[in-house]
């Protein structure tokens, strides 16, 4: 097995990377975002709910009034 980051033989100690600094390296390119995991595009909808969906009653709290903080 290679480093996937130099392609020098792995260590044991880093598997599957050669050295703490590949290591490092592959955890910053992770962190900054260089790497991706395909997926479908993310669109407008995607994991947002329209502000009408949000007020909806299924979407409430339980215990929360329906009308401001005052209940009468």
Do not use: H, Q
């Amino acid at each position: 097995m290679t480093c996937p980051i130099c392609e020098k033989p792995a260590d044991k100690a880093f598997r599957p990377f050669c050295s703490r600094r590949c290591a490092d390296v592959d955890l910053s390119r992770w962190l900054k975002g260089s790497y991706a995991i395909p997926g479908p595009p993310a669109g407008e909808e995607d994991g947002a709910m329209a502000v009408d969906d949000a007020e909806s009653p299924e979407n409430r709290p339980f215990g929360r009034p329906d009308k401001g903080m005052d209940r009468e």
